[in-house]
Structures are given as C-alpha cells and as structure tokens.
C-alpha cells in the first residue's frame, strides 16, 4: 500500500471563446487561469481542449457539457455567463500498489462525484458575482475592458481558490442550503418587529438578515442572495471574525458609550468599525452585489453582532457609511441586540438540553425554502469530523443523484458493507437521508424505524411514508 | 367672536336646565344628590318647581310660606320633601306617585338645647341624617305615621360636611381649623365611621394657620376610587401657584394623600370631575385645565405630582336664546351670549355649573377631538383617551392618523399604543371568558374603557390603507406585524382577515420568500381558508403548493382537501400512499381516484389505482366489485378496454 492522492484543483480557468476567434489570438479568450504560473501554451492547449468538447458535445444534446471523466483528472464545466466558461480541473484520488515488482497507481474516480464538485464550482461563481457582480455587469461598467475583468477575477480568486476545501465536499455542497433557526412565534415576532423598527428608523438600511449562531432567523433578501450570502457568512465571515475575537483580549468587555449605567451592552461590528471609541477606524465594510429587487444592486454589508446574534445590514452603494451613522447604529442595535439575543438563548440552551438521539443520523433539505438540518456533520461549516464513514456519505450523493433522475417521490433502501442502513426519500421537493447503525437489523425494522423517525420529526409537515 | 372648533376642549351641554332666576321673591336650591334644581317662590307659597336633568323630571307643587326656607330636598325616590326653615328643626311633607302632596307637614327637632342643625342629607329613601354643630343624628322615617325613629347619634363637633350621593359617604370637618376630617358610610340603619385623618394645612407664620374652609373640599369618585378634593391655595411659603390635593378614601386604613395637580395659578378656582378627569376652573383668567391621574406622574415613592394634560383653554362660548331686552329689528328673541366664569356661577360636583341669576343649569361636558392635536405623544394620547367615556370613533381615527403618510408616528410609538389598546382587549376577552364559565366577571378596570377588536382596527384603520399608494408597503407590514405581536402576546386569537390583508400586501409587491418565512415559523395561524389562498398562489410562486399541504396537514381535519390537492396534480400514488397513511381507505370515494387516474391516460397507473381499490373492496365486502352506488361501471368498462375482462380479479367464492 502506498501514498494516496488526495482530491486537489488541478487548474481553474475562465474563457470566452468569442474574444479570439481568429488563429494566432487565441490567448485572448484567456480571461483567468489558475495556477498562474503555467506556461501560455499550456493555458491555451487547455482552453483549446475544452472549447473543443464544448462545441463537439453541443452537437448531442442541447444541455451544454457538464463534465469529463479522466483517469487522472475531472473536468468540471460551466458556462456561467454567456459565452463564458469556468472550468475547473481536479485531480482524481489513486493509491500506490506494487504489482509485480513495480509500483502501479490506482486510480479512484468513484471518489470524485460529479454532483459535488459541479456544485462547488457553480459556488465560486456565485461566490464572485456577490462581491463583483456579473461579467457582464463589470464589462458593461467599464466599457467593455477586459483588463480589468480579468483583474477582478485574478484579485478575486487567488484568494478564493485557496481556501477551497475540495477533500471536503459532500451532499450539502449540492444542496447549499440554509439552516433556520426553530424559535416560537412570539420569539420570532419580537425579532421581526425589532427589524422593521431598524429598517425604518435608518432609512438606508434597504434589506435586512438576522442570524443566530450559524442559524437564519430571518432575511429580507431574494431567497438565492441569501443562499450564498449565508454561505459566505458561515464559512468565511464569522470564522475569522470569531478567531480574530479569541485573540484579542478585551473582546468580553462590554461597550460602554456614555457614562450612564445601563447603557452598557456588548454589541460590536463585525464588519465596520472595529472600535466604536475609535472615531479614526472605520474599519472594511464589504460591497456586494445583490439580485434581490433589481439585479447587481450594489450594497454595503453592515453585520453587528450582539451575543450569538448577528444582523446583516444592506446599505445601497449610493448611500456615505460614515462614523456617526455607525454610532448611531451601535447605539440603537447595542441594548435591543443584546436583549434579543437573550431571549433567543435562552430558547435555544432550552431546545439544546432536550439531548440528541445518537442511534442515527440525518440529512434534511428542503429544495423549497433551501431549509437544511444535519445531524451527519458535527457542525454546519463541516470543520469537525463527519458521524458516517465518507463511503456512507458519499452514498448520499448517489442516491440523491438517482432519485433526481425520476420526477417521482420515492424511497431508496441501502445496506452498505460496513452494516450501515441507509434510507433515502424524496416527497414533494423535500429529500431526507438517514443512516442507522444497527446491525442484524432487516429491512422491515429498518422500514419500521424510518416510518418512526418521519412520524416524530416530520409531524408538521406534508410528508408521505 | 369666531368659534374655533378646535380650541376649547371643554364645554356646556348644549340644553341646560332652565329655572327661572334667583330675585327678591325667588329662591334658588340646588340638590346634588337627585340633580335637581328647587325654585322656591314667596317660600313656597306661590309655588315651587323642581327640575331634573330631563324635561319629564319637572315637578310643581305649593307648600305654606312659613319663613325663608334655608334647605330643601326630596328624598331620592321623590316621596318625601324634607324642608329647613330653623336653625333647630327640619319638615316633611309626603308625595304620593302622582307628585301631588296633601301639604301635611311634620317636623322633627334636633337633640339637646343649644344644637344647631346645619345641615340634612337623605341616605336612603327613608333615612336621613341631620348634620349639627355637635355631630349627626341619623332618623328612620315613618311617612304612613308622620314620624321619625331616631336611630343613632354620633357626638362630634362639626365645623361643616362634604355629601356624596353615589358612595353615601359623609365627611365632617372638626377641629379647630377644620382640617380633621372624619368619613362615615352609610347603609340602611348603619353607619360605619372610617379612620378620621388630617389635611396638612399650609401655614404662612407659623402661627397662624388658614383653617381648611368647605368651599375647598369636595368628593369625588375618579377611575373607581373615592377621593377627598383639597385645594390649597398656597401650598407652601413663597409659592404662587395653588394645588390640588387627593386623598384617597378606604374602608379599612386611614386615607392618604395620593396625587398632586399643581396648578401654577392663583385665584379663585373650581372644581368639577368630568368622565375622571379633574377640571378645574379658573375665574381670573377665564380658563379651565384637566387633570388625569392616569397618566404618569413624577412621583417621590408617596405622591404623585400631576401638571395639567393640556394648555388652560376658556370653556367654548355658550350662546342662549333669551326674551330679546329691547325693541332691535322687532325680534322677540335674541341670541345671547353667556357670560363665563361669572361671579354667579355655582359650581357643584360631580359637574355641574349654575348660573343662579341667569337661571341656567349645565352639566359640563369634554371635547375629544380638539385633544388630539393638543397631546403631540400618541402614547400618552392614546392612554388618555382609552380611559375616556365614548373614545372610541376617536382613538380609531388617531390610530388611523398614526398610519397615514402625513403624520406617520414611528414605529415605536405604534407598537406602544397597539400593546396598550390589546391589553384592554384582552381584559375584555378574559372577562368575557369569565361571565361564560359562569364565573362573576372581574371588575374592569375604570381606566380603559374602550374596547378596539380587531375587526374595528380592520375597519377602520388597516384595510383604509390597503390600496393606499402613498404609504410603503414595508410600513404597512411591519405595522401589521406589530399588530399580530402585539395580539399574539396577549394570546388573543388573530383573525383571518388580517393574515389575508398581510398575505395580500406582500404577495402584491412580490415578497414570497419573506411570505414564505412567515409561515415557515407559524407567524400566519393555520387555517383552510389560509391553505386555500396559499394553493391559489402556486402559479406565481410554486413553494406556496408546499405550504399549502403542510398547512392542511398539521390542521388534521383536512383529509378531504388533500385527496382533491393531490389528485388535481395527477399525483395518484402519493394520494393513495396518503390515505393508507391516515387510514381512511376503506371511507374515500373509489370513483374519485378512478377518475383522475383515467384522466392521466397512463393505463398503468390506472391498473394500479384499479387494483388498490378491488383490493380494497375484498377487504371491506370480501368481493373485489365495485358497488351500484359507487357509480364506476364506466372505468370497470375502461379497465376492461384497456386490459380485457381477464384481467379482473376473480371472484373469490365465500369459503
């Protein structure tokens, strides 16, 4: 047994077809390739591959190209915009065996799941267009330079593709979808009325999101703005916002903004001014562009975070963020924030204490309102270990992808080799994975345990057995 | 004078009581206890007439003229006339229903020597007390027998008395500068004497005190409780302003001084208690001011000190028609405007004001509407209007005003004046719920009165904005929202019809997803009518077909709804699975499913229906053919069409 490759990027690269048409330009359908240093003939060898089998699979389907299976390599195709393709090349796992005498590599492909790596690369698109907006919308920004496209690009994803963690990705790359957080109504009722009160005691905040944890309460946001936004929340924002907190020192201490007692709260800006005493700091406050009310609506993202709970402030572009619109903020968010967010906790370390059922595991999501539950994964940034051996979770994958192949609801039954049980089901746009571990159980208890676990979870939804 | 609708807030009922005026001959008493107004001509002997608050109430009768008659007053069933002439003895002379009197007086003297009667007050119909200079002697009347049973006398000595009717509560003032005040209730044949207290007196030199005087003190009943009325005309050296002082009167301790009104005025002032709010008339400047103890005051942990809700205003102009004084264009009559705040005026609680020499009896009423524009704090407006008599057309049309664009309130104060006009909601629920049960209701609370249901803020307020273009529909939402907390948070059931007008605003400016978040955490309350407007929806937003099923499901009684969502999607399998799963299997029409299987023109979809319900048929008759009654010969035929009779399944002979 030898070393195993992992799943790496192998390359990452955008090209128009249509800016060098002609013979001996052909380096000018490069708008982005990834890695850098790879020689010109090589970039333009590859993009001429791909353009190739775009142009040659077109004559088969009308679906554009999705994939290429290699022995070595996937390819992932995109056409993200018109006439603009991404294409994103991973290498494939393989072990070293000796036979003979002589060291053979084994490839895995079954590693690389098409599904998985097609989502994570119509991600780093949508991941792009947040912070950018569209091609088409730099282009048309611009007057049709391409240099400076290919600037945003290179800018954008140098950074980007280093923190993708291929190795890693699963079913819930697929579904992208957003965890809620369950509060009662009078709870939830509070928090929509402390939002409209914010929206319309600062006319500039245009749209609002509130989060608790990892977890949506609410958004005033187009549903796939949201999607990717929370997306870049939880894996990205409030990673480093929270490890920046631990290493500094005074991050417990509350703020205090007038000598008055009581006024004392521990609402902070997560992005924006780091420190409300500090008038000179202003602090980084995103641009992001937002398809919400028209598209590529350019807005600063304002998150403050008081506790657990965070709320994401969309200000349109046009809009100066300056320092006593910030304090004035701080000081309408710091005491309501603080309060909500303890109200909220206390429902939340309530639900927490009720236990967790260990003798399964599930994945939930909900095509229709992208609600996501998981209990596979020791958290929703998928930074722990995994509950499942990844065999078992790629078979998730598996069985999504077959069960999308058919318009109708249905059930798949699994038993792995390692005697793990795993049930599939699709209802009315909803798709719900469990894996029991049970051994010497048939498939009739298993059938009967999954009736069970539908009828006690799935009570207030319409959800066929 | 231009009359300015909207700058006085108090006025003079519009048909006062008309008597004729205080001469050399006429006599003019007025009884607060019956409301009514005594003209007593040449003592009697001409005639007297007594008014009422309404033009029936009139009586007229004569007695003997046997000197100037001090005090006179009928008992409160009308029976018995009680007349004072001397300092010693008080008359009676019985009524019979018609009001008609056979004149026959009889009299009762007071007990010792040198006793001076300087008052009576009838407690019950047959009851009185005779308040004297050395305490009370309370009789029991006998007007069959012309006699009186004396029941009880207190020994006090009395410098004057305050009477109120509606609380039978009697105060004496003694001591020397009449500042010890005693109560005493009375019910029939008992009196019941409460802990006597102190009315701290100002004291300009120390030594020498103003003695409290009677003119000073009145009682009165405010949100429910009995308060004594001081006014302190200079509260504390060096202070110009006078003060109102209340004491508040309990059964079982001692009363306590509770609130201040500062006045910041000096001068003669007078008091009346108009739907609880004390208003208090000043003659020099010629205005009045209220004063509502409901409202927060600043308090030092015992008092609370009160300024007046609104600026001092005059009382609106009063104009009368009168005999016309001279011989201008020939009229008979004239308009004539009253003079206000005159030196003649009387004033009586709980609000009356006459005017003895122009003959004129008003009650004195209050002005909502100019209020509103006067209390710029909707909170504290609402607050003050909630425990209004009849506010009703008015807090509606200030909620109203809270709403429309041009004097939006934010969003804050709405949220505070939705709680408060819930609170008293819910009260009104709660006591509702109470009376159901049979349970005695709970006593409300005097200071809300005015129940606003959500079908008045629908009405009248909500459903006013619906298609109102200048108001953003984000303020609506957020408005409604508050609303629904507010609801919500009392536990009052919310109305379908405000989740319509939510659902309707939202879906018109293409708020799915946050439509959708709302009923994701159950902010919509359930229902089929909801269901039904979610199914509706699909075509515009197709995750509202999710909504809607999940939403019948958890209602559990919409079995039949969900075949028909299901069916009408062609989705057969899913139905059948569906009623398997709730067990109504053998209950669901076969007809209905055949129905829309053939529909799907997929024969193997229509076997498969096919074949579940002869299945089903076995299992309910032991014989897979479909009944007469369910009408299915046509798809038994349509079955055999597509498959051949063989395919039937065979009849299984009883065993």
């Given at each position: 047994m030898g070393t195993k490759g992992g799943i790496s990027l192998a390359s990452f690269c955008v090209f128009n077809p249509t800016y060098g048409p002609r013979e001996g330009e052909e380096h000018k359908k490069i708008v982005f390739f990834y890695p850098k240093e790879t020689d010109i003939d090589t970039q333009i060898k590859h993009i001429g591959l791909c353009e190739a089998i775009v142009r040659f699979t077109e004559t088969f389907s009308n679906k554009p190209c999705q994939s290429l299976h290699t022995t070595k390599r996937r390819q992932l195709f995109l056409e993200a915009e018109k006439d603009f393709w991404m294409i994103m090349t991973v290498t494939i796992p393989f072990t070293e065996k000796t036979k003979d005498g002589q060291s053979v590599l084994e490839y895995h492909e079954e590693e690389v799941q098409d599904r998985v790596y097609e989502a994570i690369l119509q991600q780093a698109y949508r991941m792009f267009q947040l912070f950018n907006g569209t091609f088409a919308s730099i282009l048309e920004r611009t007057g049709n330079n391409v240099k400076v496209l290919q600037q945003r690009l290179e800018h954008f994803y140098v950074r980007f593709l280093q923190t993708l963690r291929l190795p890693q990705g699963d079913i819930l790359d697929i579904f992208s979808g957003i965890h809620f957080m369950p509060l009662d109504k009078n709870t939830y009722l509070h928090v929509q009325c402390f939002i409209n009160l914010l929206e319309a005691s600062f006319s500039s905040i245009k749209y609002t999101a509130f989060l608790y944890n990892d977890q949506l309460v609410w958004s005033g946001l187009d549903q796939e703005d949201m999607r990717i936004i929370y997306k870049y929340l939880i894996t990205s924002l409030f990673p480093s916002y929270q490890e920046q907190e631990l290493q500094s020192t005074n991050s417990v201490s509350p703020s205090r903004n007038s000598a008055a007692p009581g006024d004392v709260h521990y609402g902070k800006f997560i992005t924006g001014p780091p420190d409300i005493r500090n008038e000179k700091n202003l602090g980084k406050v995103p641009r992001v562009y937002i398809n919400t009310e028209c598209c590529n609506e350019e807005c600063f993202l304002l998150v403050y975070r008081a506790h657990n709970a965070s709320v994401c402030m969309f200000l349109p572009a046009a809009c100066k963020i300056n320092f006593e619109l910030c304090h004035k903020l701080d000081s309408f968010l710091g005491p309501r924030l603080s309060q909500l967010a303890s109200d909220i906790g206390e429902q939340f370390s309530k639900k927490a204490a009720s236990g967790a059922d260990t003798a399964y595991r599930f994945i939930y999501f909900n095509h229709m309102n992208l609600a996501q539950k998981t209990t596979v994964h020791s958290d929703m940034r998928k930074t722990g270990s995994n509950n499942i051996p990844p065999e078992t979770l790629k078979l998730l994958t598996d069985i999504s992808s077959d069960m999308s192949k058919s318009p109708e609801d249905g059930e798949i039954i699994v038993k792995t080799s390692t005697d793990n049980w795993v049930v599939g089901k699709k209802s009315d746009h909803r798709e719900f994975f469990v894996v029991i571990n049970q051994k010497n159980a048939n498939l009739i208890e298993i059938n009967e345990e999954v009736k069970r676990l539908c009828a006690s979870n799935f009570t207030s939804i319409f959800f066929l057995d | 004078m231009a009359d300015e609708e909207g700058s006085f807030y108090i006025e003079l009922c519009k048909n006062p009581i008309r008597f004729d005026p205080v001469d050399k001959v006429t006599n003019v008493f007025y009884d607060d206890a019956n409301k009514q107004v005594f003209t007593v001509r040449s003592g009697g002997a001409v005639g007297v007439v007594v008014k009422g608050p309404s033009e029936k109430d009139t009586i007229t009768f004569r007695m003997e003229s046997r000197g100037d008659v001090s005090s006179i007053k009928f008992s409160p069933d009308r029976r018995i006339l009680a007349v004072q002439r001397s300092?010693?003895?008080?008359?009676?002379?019985?009524?019979?229903?018609?009001?008609?009197?056979?004149?026959?007086?009889?009299?009762?003297?007071?007990?010792?020597?040198?006793?001076?009667?300087?008052?009576?007050?009838?407690?019950?119909?047959?009851?009185?007390?005779?308040?004297?200079?050395?305490?009370?002697?309370?009789?029991?009347?006998?007007?069959?027998?012309?006699?009186?049973?004396?029941?009880?006398?207190?020994?006090?000595?009395?410098?004057?008395?305050?009477?109120?009717?509606?609380?039978?509560?009697?105060?004496?003032?003694?001591?020397?500068?009449?500042?010890?005040?005693?109560?005493?209730?009375?019910?029939?044949?008992?009196?019941?004497?409460?802990?006597?207290?102190?009315?701290?007196?100002?004291?300009?030199?120390?030594?020498?005190?103003?003695?409290?005087?009677?003119?000073?003190?009145?009682?009165?009943?405010?949100?429910?409780?009995?308060?004594?009325?001081?006014?302190?005309?200079?509260?504390?050296?060096?202070?110009?302003?006078?003060?109102?002082?209340?004491?508040?009167?309990?059964?079982?301790?001692?009363?306590?001084?509770?609130?201040?009104?500062?006045?910041?005025?000096?001068?003669?002032?007078?008091?009346?208690?108009?739907?609880?709010?004390?208003?208090?008339?000043?003659?020099?400047?010629?205005?009045?001011?209220?004063?509502?103890?409901?409202?927060?005051?600043?308090?030092?942990?015992?008092?609370?000190?009160?300024?007046?809700?609104?600026?001092?205003?005059?009382?609106?102009?009063?104009?009368?028609?009168?005999?016309?004084?001279?011989?201008?264009?020939?009229?008979?009559?004239?308009?004539?405007?009253?003079?206000?705040?005159?030196?003649?005026?009387?004033?009586?609680?709980?609000?009356?004001?006459?005017?003895?020499?122009?003959?004129?009896?008003?009650?004195?009423?209050?002005?909502?509407?100019?209020?509103?524009?006067?209390?710029?704090?909707?909170?504290?407006?609402?607050?003050?209007?909630?425990?209004?008599?009849?506010?009703?057309?008015?807090?509606?049309?200030?909620?109203?005003?809270?709403?429309?664009?041009?004097?939006?309130?934010?969003?804050?104060?709405?949220?505070?004046?939705?709680?408060?006009?819930?609170?008293?909601?819910?009260?009104?629920?709660?006591?509702?719920?109470?009376?159901?049960?049979?349970?005695?209701?709970?006593?409300?609370?005097?200071?809300?009165?005015?129940?606003?249901?959500?079908?008045?803020?629908?009405?009248?307020?909500?459903?006013?904005?619906?298609?109102?273009?200048?108001?953003?529909?984000?303020?609506?939402?957020?408005?409604?929202?508050?609303?629904?907390?507010?609801?919500?948070?009392?536990?009052?059931?919310?109305?379908?019809?405000?989740?319509?007008?939510?659902?309707?605003?939202?879906?018109?400016?293409?708020?799915?997803?946050?439509?959708?978040?709302?009923?994701?955490?159950?902010?919509?309350?359930?229902?089929?009518?909801?269901?039904?407007?979610?199914?509706?929806?699909?075509?515009?937003?197709?995750?509202?077909?999710?909504?809607?099923?999940?939403?019948?499901?958890?209602?559990?009684?919409?079995?039949?709804?969900?075949?028909?969502?299901?069916?009408?999607?062609?989705?057969?399998?899913?139905?059948?699975?569906?009623?398997?799963?709730?067990?109504?299997?053998?209950?669901?029409?076969?007809?209905?499913?055949?129905?829309?299987?053939?529909?799907?023109?997929?024969?193997?979809?229509?076997?498969?229906?096919?074949?579940?319900?002869?299945?089903?048929?076995?299992?309910?008759?032991?014989?897979?053919?479909?009944?007469?009654?369910?009408?299915?010969?046509?798809?038994?035929?349509?079955?055999?069409?597509?498959?051949?009779?063989?395919?039937?399944?065979?009849?299984?002979?009883?065993?």
């Open positions: - | 300092p010693k003895s008080v008359e009676f002379v019985n009524f019979n229903e018609d009001m008609t009197t056979d004149q026959l007086e009889y009299s009762q003297t007071c007990k010792g020597k040198s006793t001076i009667v300087s008052g009576f007050v009838w407690t019950s119909p047959n009851e009185i007390v005779f308040i004297t200079d050395h305490g009370i002697e309370f009789y029991q009347i006998t007007p069959e027998r012309r006699t009186l049973k004396c029941l009880k006398t207190i020994n006090i000595s009395v410098c004057w008395f305050v009477w109120l009717m509606e609380s039978s509560c009697l105060l004496l003032a003694s001591g020397t500068q009449g500042n010890q005040l005693n109560p005493f209730f009375f019910r029939p044949s008992i009196i019941t004497k409460l802990t006597k207290f102190e009315v701290d007196l100002p004291s300009h030199q120390k030594s020498t005190k103003q003695p409290l005087l009677e003119r000073d003190v009145s009682m009165a009943n405010i949100y429910g409780q009995l308060y004594v009325i001081v006014l302190r005309h200079q509260p504390r050296p060096g202070s110009v302003g006078a003060e109102i002082v209340l004491y508040q009167i309990h059964r079982d301790v001692a009363a306590r001084k509770t609130d201040i009104m500062r006045l910041e005025l000096s001068g003669r002032f007078a008091i009346n208690v108009v739907n609880n709010l004390i208003v208090v008339h000043h003659q020099a400047s010629r205005t009045s001011v209220i004063f509502d103890i409901n409202l927060d005051g600043e308090s030092d942990g015992f008092v609370r000190y009160h300024h007046p809700v609104v600026s001092p205003l005059p009382i609106r102009p009063f104009r009368l028609m009168l005999p016309s004084l001279g011989i201008q264009g020939g009229q008979t009559k004239m308009e004539y405007n009253c003079e206000l705040y005159s030196a003649n005026w009387v004033v009586f609680q709980p609000n009356v004001i006459i005017d003895a020499k122009l003959g004129c009896s008003w009650y004195v009423e209050l002005k909502l509407e100019p209020i509103v524009t006067m209390i710029p704090d909707k909170h504290v407006l609402a607050k003050f209007l909630l425990a209004r008599d009849d506010s009703k057309r008015v807090i509606l049309n200030v909620c109203r005003s809270m709403l429309s664009s041009e004097s939006q309130a934010t969003l804050s104060t709405i949220s505070k004046v939705l709680d408060m006009l819930n609170k008293v909601y819910q009260d009104y629920l709660n006591s509702e719920i109470h009376v159901l049960a049979g349970d005695p209701p709970s006593k409300p609370d005097p200071a809300m009165k005015v129940v606003i249901d959500q079908s008045d803020m629908y009405t009248h307020v909500f459903s006013v904005f619906e298609d109102n273009k200048s108001i953003k529909y984000k303020f609506m939402v957020a408005v409604l929202i508050e609303y629904i907390r507010s609801l919500s948070e009392n536990n009052i059931t919310v109305q379908h019809y405000l989740y319509e007008l939510i659902i309707n605003i939202l879906v018109h400016n293409n708020c799915f997803y946050q439509l959708h978040q709302f009923l994701q955490y159950h902010v919509l309350q359930d229902s089929k009518p909801l269901a039904c407007l979610m199914l509706s929806l699909e075509s515009v937003y197709p995750p509202a077909h999710q909504l809607a099923l999940d939403m019948l499901k958890r209602l559990s009684t919409a079995n039949e709804e969900i075949i028909e969502v299901l069916l009408s999607k062609q989705q057969l399998l899913p139905a059948l699975r569906f009623i398997r799963s709730v067990n109504i299997v053998d209950a669901v029409s076969s007809r209905k499913f055949l129905e829309a299987a053939m529909n799907t023109d997929d024969a193997m979809l229509f076997y498969t229906v096919f074949k579940f319900f002869e299945q089903r048929n076995v299992k309910i008759r032991g014989n897979p053919r479909f009944q007469r009654g369910e009408h299915c010969e046509m798809y038994v035929k349509h079955f055999e069409g597509l498959f051949g009779t063989d395919a039937l399944a065979e009849m299984v002979a009883a065993s």
